[in-house]
C-alpha cells in the first residue's frame, strides 16, 4: 500500500509539475512577443532598423556592372551604341543612331530613348560619344523615355557607365557632372582619347539649362 501510494503521488507531481511548465512556456511566449514587437516598434521609430539592402550586398554589390571578358586589343571596328546602363542610378535605357542633325529627326528620336548624336565619335575610336535623353520629375508621364536620363546629376566621380556596342561593352568612369546652360556652353566634338558625354535634353531646338556628364574609357569587353 505504501508502494502504490508513493506512486500516486509522484504521478499526481508530475502532472502538477507538466501543467505548471505548459502555462508558464506559452506565459513566455506571450512575453517574447510582446518584448520583440514592442522594441521593434521603438526601433522603427528611432529609424534604426537595418536597411534590407543590406543583405543582398552579401551575395554581390548591386552598384557594379557585370560584364564579359576584358578585351586587351584595340577594337577594329568602330561601334554604334545600343544601349547605356548606369548601376549607381539603375538606370538602363536603349540608345537610337540617326544619321540626321535634323532637329525635327532628333526631337523624334528622343521620344524613343536616348539619342547619340550623329556627328560625334563612335564607340571603339578616339573621341567624344555624345549622348543626350530626356528627363522630366513628373509624377506621371506618358511615355517613359521622358525620364530616360532622370538622376544622372546624381552621379559621383568614379560610378561606373556601360554603353553597349553590337559585339562589345564600353566601361567608362565619371570624370564631372555640372549643370550647364544650353546657350553659353558648349559640348566639345573633339577630344584626347575616348570619352563619353550625357547630357539631358528637353529639345535639340530649345536653349536651356541641362545636367552634363563626362566619363572616360577605362575598359572593354567582350558581349
Given at each position: 500500500m505504501n508502494t502504490n501510494s508513493l506512486t500516486v503521488k509522484t504521478a499526481v507531481k508530475l502532472v502538477k509539475a507538466s501543467k505548471t511548465a505548459y502555462y508558464r512556456k506559452w506565459a513566455f511566449l506571450s512575453v517574447f512577443v510582446l518584448v520583440f514587437f514592442i522594441t521593434t516598434g521603438i526601433a522603427a521609430a528611432?529609424?534604426?532598423l537595418p536597411d534590407p539592402t543590406t543583405a543582398s550586398n552579401v551575395y554581390g554589390d548591386t552598384t557594379k556592372l557585370s560584364v564579359g571578358p576584358l578585351v586587351s586589343a584595340p577594337i577594329a571596328?568602330?561601334?554604334?551604341?545600343?544601349?547605356?546602363e548606369i548601376p549607381a542610378i539603375k538606370l538602363s535605357v536603349s540608345v537610337s543612331n540617326p544619321e540626321s542633325t535634323n532637329v525635327e529627326v532628333l526631337d523624334n528620336a528622343l521620344l524613343k530613348g536616348a539619342v547619340?548624336?550623329?556627328?560625334s565619335a563612335k564607340l571603339g575610336?578616339?573621341?567624344?560619344?555624345?549622348?543626350?535623353?530626356?528627363?522630366?520629375?513628373?509624377?506621371?508621364?506618358?511615355?517613359?523615355?521622358?525620364?530616360?536620363?532622370?538622376?544622372?546629376q546624381n552621379l559621383k566621380q568614379g560610378d561606373?557607365?556601360?554603353?553597349?556596342?553590337?559585339?562589345?561593352?564600353?566601361?567608362y568612369s565619371v570624370e564631372t557632372v555640372v549643370k550647364a546652360n544650353a546657350t553659353e556652353d558648349s559640348i566639345p566634338l573633339t577630344v584626347e582619347g575616348s570619352k563619353l558625354t550625357l547630357a539631358t535634353c528637353n529639345s535639340f531646338g530649345q536653349k536651356?539649362?541641362?545636367f552634363?556628364?563626362?566619363?572616360n574609357l577605362v575598359e572593354t569587353?567582350?558581349?
Amino acid at each position: 500500500m505504501n508502494t502504490n501510494s508513493l506512486t500516486v503521488k509522484t504521478a499526481v507531481k508530475l502532472v502538477k509539475a507538466s501543467k505548471t511548465a505548459y502555462y508558464r512556456k506559452w506565459a513566455f511566449l506571450s512575453v517574447f512577443v510582446l518584448v520583440f514587437f514592442i522594441t521593434t516598434g521603438i526601433a522603427a521609430a528611432l529609424d534604426v532598423l537595418p536597411d534590407p539592402t543590406t543583405a543582398s550586398n552579401v551575395y554581390g554589390d548591386t552598384t557594379k556592372l557585370s560584364v564579359g571578358p576584358l578585351v586587351s586589343a584595340p577594337i577594329a571596328t568602330p561601334e554604334l551604341p545600343v544601349k547605356i546602363e548606369i548601376p549607381a542610378i539603375k538606370l538602363s535605357v536603349s540608345v537610337s543612331n540617326p544619321e540626321s542633325t535634323n532637329v525635327e529627326v532628333l526631337d523624334n528620336a528622343l521620344l524613343k530613348g536616348a539619342v547619340r548624336y550623329p556627328t560625334s565619335a563612335k564607340l571603339g575610336e578616339q573621341g567624344n560619344v555624345i549622348i543626350f535623353g530626356h528627363s522630366s520629375y513628373l509624377p506621371l508621364v506618358n511615355n517613359q523615355n521622358f525620364k530616360a536620363f532622370d538622376g544622372i546629376q546624381n552621379l559621383k566621380q568614379g560610378d561606373q557607365i556601360a554603353v553597349t556596342g553590337s559585339g562589345h561593352v564600353y566601361v567608362y568612369s565619371v570624370e564631372t557632372v555640372v549643370k550647364a546652360n544650353a546657350t553659353e556652353d558648349s559640348i566639345p566634338l573633339t577630344v584626347e582619347g575616348s570619352k563619353l558625354t550625357l547630357a539631358t535634353c528637353n529639345s535639340f531646338g530649345q536653349k536651356s539649362d541641362r545636367f552634363v556628364v563626362t566619363a572616360n574609357l577605362v575598359e572593354t569587353h567582350t558581349l
